[in-house]
T-cell receptor, first 114, second 113 residues
Framework: KQEVTQIPAALSVPEGENLVLNCSFTDSAIYNLQWFRQDPGKGLTSLLLIQSSQREQTSGRLNASLDKSSGRSTLYIAASQPGDSATYLCAVTLFKAAGNKLTFGGGTRVLVKP | DGGITQSPKYLFRKEGQNVTLSCEQNLNHDAMYWYRQDPGQGLRLIYYSQIVNDFQKGDIAEGYSVSREKKESFPLTVTSAQKNPTAFYLC????????????FGSGTRLTVV
């Protein structure tokens, strides 16, 4: 069974520092990996989608890498801002998962202090 | 603008009552999903549907029911058989195929009173 882990569960950094968020998964036979952001009491906002054939994706200050062989993905957020405070979730889709079901990690709660 | 609309935002259920959560999308997505989110437990899949008039159970389907009569709509009914329904419910949709990511709605918070 695919397991997705995000460590640490919570992270606090001063404004301007770069954020590094980790995601690990046990089954490397994935179609893709997706990073989401969730603000308190809100739905999930998609940040980046990395397909299994890709090594990284970039959008503005965000960069996500994928290493399938080691079962890891890292989300980098450059020059963090207080508005980046949220919970960040990673999720994977397995080749053998019917219906393209996502398996989620538990999330990393980020606080960027002014 | 295209997106997913969940309603209501907040819902209160009395013991023994069935309630229905609405999910509508105008993204022309084929697949739709319902997830439940509890503190400390992450997101768990309740039901999903890949085409109209067909749906499959997820990991925690007991006490829930769904229908998919239209491509745009995927309502979730929380029945009285669901013993612990208080949670945050999220609906999502996507195109078929793993090259596409999910789009999520803004969620419905259900509370038993």
């Amino acid at each position: 069974k695919q397991e997705v882990t995000q460590i640490p569960a919570a992270l606090s950094v001063p404004e301007g520092e770069n954020l590094v968020l980790n995601c690990s998964f046990t089954d490397s036979a994935i179609y893709n990996l997706q990073w989401f952001r969730q603000d308190p009491g809100k739905g999930l906002t998609s940040l980046l989608l990395i397909q299994s054939s890709q090594r990284e994706q970039t959008s503005g200050r965000l960069n996500a890498s994928l290493d399938k062989s080691s079962g890891r993905s890292t989300l980098y957020i450059a020059a963090s801002q207080p508005g980046d405070s949220a919970t960040y979730l990673c999720a994977v889709t397995l080749f053998k998962a019917a219906g393209n079901k996502l398996t989620f990690g538990g999330g990393t709660r980020v606080l960027v202090k002014p | 603008d295209g997106g997913i609309t969940q309603s209501p935002k907040y819902l209160f259920r009395k013991e023994g009552q069935n309630v229905t959560l609405s999910c509508e999308q105008n993204l022309n997505h084929d697949a739709m999903y319902w997830y439940r989110q509890d503190p400390g437990q992450g997101l768990r899949l309740i039901y999903y549907s890949q085409i109209v008039n067909d749906f499959q159970k997820g990991d925690i389907a007991e006490g829930y029911s769904v229908s998919r009569e239209k491509k745009e709509s995927f309502p979730l009914t929380v029945t009285s058989a669901q013993k612990n329904p208080t949670a945050f419910y999220l609906c999502a949709s996507s195109f078929q195929g793993a090259n596409y990511g999910y789009t999520f709605g803004s969620g419905t918070r259900l509370t038993v009173v």
